[in-house]
């Protein structure tokens, strides 16, 4: 047993089975001398309804999976390439798969008298739109190991869908195969650059608050990031702890036997001496009689006059 083969089989249990069957791992780990194993084991936490309910997709609806997961493949490669007609296209696909694969899972955790509805059915969807919107979150939902529900606090890049310029378009419509008119009026033109100049800081303050929530974004990974360090060492701390405990409740439950055994001993001699005792005092009585009538013999003795010859 490796750790993955340990987390592929508990995450795959209900939530009421897991705990049980991890510290059973863990001690089996442990019993077979491998130690940092049984740690890691121990340090698997506990999957939320939710998290257990869209792990059982990977195992129980792989190719309603793989169909959304590709989608989101599809949909991310559309924003990279601000492709609009493909991105309303697989805005529909990511919807109806989403839907589908949402409604399974429900189904499942139903079926399993764990029913999900209300803000834990929205959770379950937040958790597949982050699987089609981040890779990350892709590959999670895809292993199956989810602890929680996942949600997407990101931006994905939108179209930047840029307007002909008027002045293009005067240029287009000026060329004809009668050759150009005559050249449009000052007024005209200064309507032209004017138009241009406010797509142009149209686009610039577009452009700035896209940067501006990239950067936002990138701060709340890094914040995230963090988090989820500070978590993981006191995960490990938590972990080493529960391995202390277990250590000393083996080592209490060793002792508390011997307590008992010796408590057992100490009745036991306590009989033996208590009978011991008795014995010794009739014994000691026995005799003090036996000397008693043994003086008294002697003295009678004496008290006879000898015979004579």
Known sequence: MDLDAAADRLYGLAPGEFVATRDA???????????????QI????????????????SRRHPA??????????????????????ALAALTQERSAATSRLARLIRQDAEAAGQPLAGAAGTEIEQTLDAAVVDET???????????RGLSYSGFAPAPVLRPVRTAEKAAEAG???????????????DGGD?????????????????????????????????????LSS??????????????????????????AAAKDGQ???????DVARREEGRSRRAAESARLRADRAEAALGDVPPTGG
């Open 25 to 39: 791992l863990a001690k089996e780990a442990k019993t077979a001398g491998d130690a940092a194993l049984s740690r």
């Open 137 to 147: 979150a892709s590959e999670q939902v895809r292993e199956g190991r989810l602890v």
């Open 42 to 57: 121990s340090a698997l936490r506990r999957p939320t309804v939710v998290g257990w309910a869209v792990n059982q997709a």
């Open 267 to 273: 009745g036991a001699a306590r009989h033996r001496l």
């Open 64 to 85: 309603e999976l793989d169909e959304l997961l590709g989608v989101g493949g599809r949909l991310r490669e559309a924003w990279r390439r601000q492709d609009a007609e």
């Open 175 to 189: 060329a004809s195969p009668r050759g150009r008119r005559a050249a449009t009026p000052a007024g005209e033109r």
């Open 194 to 230: 004017g138009e241009a100049a406010r797509e142009r800081a149209a686009r610039q303050k577009a452009e700035r608050e896209r940067r501006e929530r990239e950067k936002a974004a990138a701060q709340a990974r890094e914040a995230a990031a963090r988090a989820e360090e500070g």
């Open 234 to 259: 006191w995960e490990a701390e938590f972990a080493e702890a529960v391995q202390e405990h277990d250590r000393l409740a083996e080592e209490v439950a060793e002792l508390s036997g011997r307590l």
